[in-house]
């Protein structure tokens, strides 16, 4: 839903670096050369994804998920679309896309918030919002359903399974963070073993279930998906499906306040950590003008993070978890993973 571009710069260097931003967007010559060796790095990028078995399973989650609207679209597009476009495409992606009020500059570092301000007046100035409606992001449909790529000369099945989550400024957001953090990520190189905090990850070390997993919430505009993507033997994936379920019903119903607060504490470390540096602070602002329309400070979001309780928990997983359809994409040796009837039908208790 965003595109970014971004400069590094000693803080001398900052207007230089901004008046070469602004001219990246306003005044890019698109020159048929430079589009043409372009249209080569981009197959060589793709080349480069489909080689990357996470990156496919999720371009299959999304397109299984939200078949038939613009989230189902890989970011790169098929083969045929980056073969063919032109230097008119790119300009009315532009002249579309590119307006003030989609337009967030950010900074981070070495910069006073009102030279910035001054800056973007010098070089940002002059554009305008043009008689051109500014596109809306349409309300895209989330479809329980599933993909499978069997390949049996695979060593390892790589396998995602999400519910559709809550949008970037839903109420919702951040219990089912916390109920995110609280399912984790394990990887078998990492120690612990049957003294890890999460259940899921003492299971799969003691029973050897995967090799790794790793939850996730991505959210968009106004939906999101809500899963986990995981690494395992082909005779594994039956029982790691059976834990993993299991403990999603547990955080419906009977998840316990001392699991909850880990969770909390947990969530506020990963949050601080993913804040280190100025690249990733930066993108943070942009992202989060663009989504809330204001910068949400650390202490607020800290105060929102505390006043999540056991019972809020409870019932947002029940409300996005308890009897849903799951979006299901699978990638290898995906015999042993049970059929969509079955993941289903795990999806409750009685």
Same mark, same amino acid.
């Given at each position: 839903?965003?595109?970014?571009?971004?400069?590094?710069?000693?803080?001398?260097?900052?207007?230089?670096?901004?008046?070469?931003?602004?001219?990246?967007?306003?005044?890019?010559?698109?020159?048929?050369?430079?589009?043409?060796?372009?249209?080569?790095?981009?197959?060589?990028?793709?080349?480069?994804?489909?080689?990357?078995?996470?990156?496919?399973?999720?371009?299959?989650?999304?397109?299984?998920?939200?078949?038939?609207?613009?989230?189902?679209?890989?970011?790169?597009?098929?083969?045929?679309?980056?073969?063919?476009?032109?230097?008119?495409?790119?300009?009315?992606?532009?002249?579309?896309?590119?307006?003030?009020?989609?337009?967030?500059?950010?900074?981070?570092?070495?910069?006073?918030?009102?030279? !910035? +301000?001054?800056?973007?007046?010098?070089?940002? &100035? *002059?554009?305008? %919002?043009? =008689?051109?409606?500014?596109?809306?992001? /349409?309300?895209?449909?989330?479809?329980?359903?599933?993909?499978?790529?069997?390949?049996?000369?695979?060593?390892?099945?790589?396998?995602?399974?999400?519910?559709?989550?809550?949008?970037?400024?839903?109420?919702?957001?951040?219990?089912?963070?916390?109920?995110?953090? !609280? +399912?984790?990520?394990?990887?078998?190189?990492? &120690? *612990?073993?049957? %003294?890890? =905090?999460?259940?899921?990850?003492?299971? /799969?070390?003691?029973?050897?279930?995967?090799?790794?997993?790793?939850?996730?919430?991505?959210?968009?505009?106004?939906?999101?998906?809500?899963?986990?993507?995981?690494?395992?033997?082909?005779?594994?994936?039956?029982?790691?499906?059976?834990?993993?379920?299991?403990?999603?019903?547990?955080?419906?119903?009977?998840?316990?306040? *001392?699991?909850?607060?880990? =969770?909390?504490?947990?969530?506020?470390?990963?949050?601080?950590?993913?804040?280190?540096?100025?690249?990733?602070?930066?993108?943070?602002?942009?992202?989060?003008?663009?989504?809330?329309?204001?910068?949400?400070?650390?202490?607020?979001?800290?105060?929102?993070?505390?006043?999540?309780?056991?019972?809020?928990?409870?019932?947002?997983?029940?409300?996005?978890?308890?009897?849903?359809?799951?979006?299901? =994409?699978?990638?290898?040796?995906?015999?042993?993973?049970?059929?969509?009837?079955?993941?289903?039908?795990?999806?409750?208790?009685?």
């Amino acid at each position: 839903e965003q595109t970014v571009f971004y400069a590094k710069c000693l803080a001398n260097d900052v207007p230089a670096a901004v008046e070469i931003l602004a001219d990246i967007i306003q005044n890019s010559s698109l020159a048929e050369p430079e589009i043409e060796r372009e249209r080569g790095v981009i197959l060589r990028e793709m080349q480069d994804v489909e080689s990357n078995l996470q990156e496919v399973v999720f371009d299959h989650l999304h397109a299984t998920a939200f078949q038939g609207t613009p989230l189902g679209q890989t970011i790169l597009g098929p083969t045929k679309n980056i073969k063919k476009i032109s230097k008119a495409d790119l300009q009315q992606y532009i002249k579309t896309h590119y307006q003030p009020a989609r337009i967030v500059l950010s900074g981070a570092g070495g910069i006073e918030h009102g030279k !910035l +301000v001054d800056l973007a007046n010098k070089h940002l &100035g *002059g554009l305008k %919002n043009t =008689a051109m409606d500014i596109p809306e992001i /349409s309300p895209c449909r989330y479809t329980g359903s599933e993909i499978r790529v069997r390949d049996d000369s695979m060593p390892l099945a790589h396998v995602a399974i999400a519910v559709e989550g809550a949008g970037w400024t839903d109420a919702d957001n951040i219990p089912l963070m916390v109920a995110n953090t !609280l +399912v984790g990520a394990w990887d078998r190189s990492q &120690g *612990g073993g049957a %003294n890890n =905090a999460s259940y899921l990850a003492r299971a /799969s070390a003691v029973e050897n279930l995967c090799h790794s997993f790793q939850s996730f919430n991505t959210c968009y505009k106004d939906t999101g998906l809500w899963g986990i993507y995981f690494v395992g033997e082909p005779m594994q994936l039956d029982d790691f499906m059976f834990s993993l379920q299991k403990e999603w019903m547990k955080l419906c119903t009977t998840v316990t306040e *001392g699991e909850v607060e880990r =969770a909390k504490n947990l969530l506020k470390t990963n949050m601080l950590l993913q804040l280190d540096g100025t690249t990733p602070v930066c993108e943070d602002i942009g992202r989060q003008i663009l989504c809330y329309n204001r910068r949400i400070p650390l202490h607020e979001l800290d105060a929102r993070i505390n006043a999540v309780s056991v019972q809020n928990v409870r019932d947002v997983c029940y409300k996005y978890l308890f009897d849903k359809c799951p979006a299901v =994409a699978a990638v290898g040796p995906t015999e042993g993973l049970p059929d969509y009837s079955r993941i289903r039908a795990g999806m409750y208790w009685l």
